[in-house]
Structure formats: C-alpha cells, structure tokens
C-alpha cells in the first residue's frame, strides 16, 4: 500500500511537471506568434513606404522619429493602394497600428496637408487597431549605407549615393507571453518592468541586442517575480528599404 502511494505521488507530480512545462511551452508560441505577425505586418508596410522629397517618412506630428509613413497598401475602408500608418505602444501596453485611408478623386478630396516636409501633421485622423498585447518594447533603428546605426530615418535626395543615406531598417521587440503579461498585470508590476527595460544600447548594438544583455543579466529586476522575468521574449527583424530612392 505504501509503495502503490508512492507510485500515485509520483506520477502526479510528473503530471504536473508535465502540465507547467505545456503551460510555458503554450505562452511561448503565443508570444512568437504575436510578434511574427506583428513583424510581418510592419515588414510589408516598410518595404512598400513611398520616399519622396516632398513627403515626410518615419516621424511624427512634431517632426520627431517615428514609426510613420505613407505606404501602398490600402486602408481599412479605402479604396486606394495608399495610406498613412504609424505603429506605435499605448498605455496598455499594446502595438497599435494606426491607418488612415485615402480616395480618388474627385468622389472624395482629401483634406492632409502635403506641404510639410519634416513632419506629419495628419497622424491623429488615422483608425487605430491593437495588434497584440503585452508588448512592452518596440523600436525602430536606421542602417546607413556603410552599416552605422541611427535613430532617424536620413536620405539626401540630391545626393542619393550618400553613405551616409539610409539603406535598411531594424525592428525590435520586446514582448510578454501571456502568462507573463497577466501575472504583470495581476500584481501590478508593468510599469516596474517598463523601467528596468528602459535604457539606450550603444551606437552598434540593436535594441534587441541591447534587451538580450539586459535580461540576461543576474541583477535584471530583481523586485520582479521569476514568473515575469522569465516570460520576456526579444524580436528582431532586419531588412533593406525599398530602391529608387531618389525621387
């Protein structure tokens, strides 16, 4: 009887050893799945910008960097191979992707203003939509043509030969498997976490590289549970802008 009861205490915590290990191995996949699409997404958006002289590209309502661009891709609700997205964190946080559509015409003139050159007025009409939660990090970096790393998108159009134009975009992410994400949320930790991620890598390292050193490292929130700790996973993505830049 003794024996038969140690048989049944061991196979339960194999089953339950089993169970954590589905559970974690079930958070990870979301985690991935979210950020291929999210990944995806905002490759096929970049790789479609249109870059002209008299447009403004990957800055915001105030001319500073960001992820904000004409693209030729219709928006929800357009009829028209062009929009204006921006992909941005919210407080949540979550990946918002914002759109706004444009129309022939003359059935629908457009009101946005082109004329600005170093910003993009107009971002604040677009229809946001969440793409995935538990997004805590999310950058965008520019290659330049001999491989430096920048924060700002640069491109000479009188001088399209420029080594010092932009060639290539890095994407980054950091992101919270669900399990993760909801025990952060439960206990109220994520702004803690949004603070230990917060920092700058150095002028050769990508983000992602930079939040890979950094949660690899003993010290890395330490007033965070193993549970969120542990549930962090980084993205990268990598790839050139689309030629004939010099229009």
Same mark, same amino acid.
């Given at each position: 009887?003794?024996?038969?009861s140690?048989?049944?205490?061991?196979?339960?915590h194999m089953?339950?050893?089993?169970?954590?290990?589905?559970?974690?191995?079930t958070?990870r996949?979301?985690?991935?799945?979210?950020?291929?699409?999210v990944?995806n997404?905002l490759?096929?958006d970049?790789?479609s910008?249109v870059?002209?002289?008299d447009?403004?590209?990957?800055?915001?309502?105030?001319?500073?960097?960001?992820?904000?661009?004409?693209?030729?891709?219709?928006a929800?609700?357009?009829?028209?191979?062009?929009s204006?997205?921006q992909?941005?964190?919210n407080?949540?946080?979550s990946l918002?992707?914002?759109?706004h559509s444009?129309?022939?015409?003359?059935?629908?003139?457009t009101?946005?203003?082109?004329?600005?050159?170093?910003?993009l007025k107009?971002?604040?009409s677009g229809s946001p939509?969440s793409?995935?939660s538990?997004v805590v990090?999310f950058?965008?970096?520019?290659?330049?043509a001999?491989g430096t790393?920048?924060?700002?998108f640069h491109?000479? !159009?009188?001088k399209?030969?420029?080594? *010092?134009?932009?060639? &290539?975009?890095? @994407?980054?992410?950091i $992101?919270?498997?669900?399990?993760?994400?909801?025990?952060?949320?439960?206990i109220d930790a994520?702004g803690?976490?949004l603070?230990?991620?917060?920092?700058?890598?150095v002028?050769?390292?990508?983000?992602?590289? !930079?939040?890979n050193?950094?949660?690899? *490292?003993?010290a890395f &929130?330490?007033? @965070?549970p193993k549970? $969120?700790?542990?549930?962090?996973r980084?993205?990268e993505?990598?790839?050139?802008?689309p030629?004939g830049?010099?229009?």
């Open positions: 009887m003794v024996v038969l140690l048989i049944v205490l061991v196979l339960a089953l339950s050893m089993a169970s954590e290990s589905w559970k974690a191995g958070a996949a979301d985690a991935m799945s979210q950020a291929r699409v990944l997404l490759q096929r970049i790789q910008v870059l002209r002289r447009l403004a590209a990957f800055v915001d309502e105030t001319g500073n960097p960001a992820c904000a661009f004409y693209t030729r891709f219709p929800v609700g357009g009829d028209r191979k062009l204006l997205v992909y941005f964190l407080e949540e946080p918002v992707r914002s759109d444009f129309s022939f015409p003359p059935e629908s003139q009101t946005m203003d082109f004329e600005d050159v170093s910003r107009d971002l604040s939509q793409l995935a538990g990090g950058r965008l970096q520019f290659v330049s001999i790393l920048e924060q700002a491109f000479d !159009y009188d399209p030969d420029a080594l *010092s134009n932009t060639r &290539g975009v890095i @994407l980054s992410l $992101v919270l498997d669900s399990a993760a994400y909801a025990e952060a949320r439960r994520l803690a976490l603070t230990a991620l917060d920092g700058t890598p002028s050769t390292q990508s983000y992602a590289e !930079y939040w050193q950094l949660i690899s *490292s003993p &929130g330490e007033n @965070l549970k $969120v700790r542990s549930g962090l980084v993205f993505s990598r790839f050139p802008l030629g830049l010099a229009n």
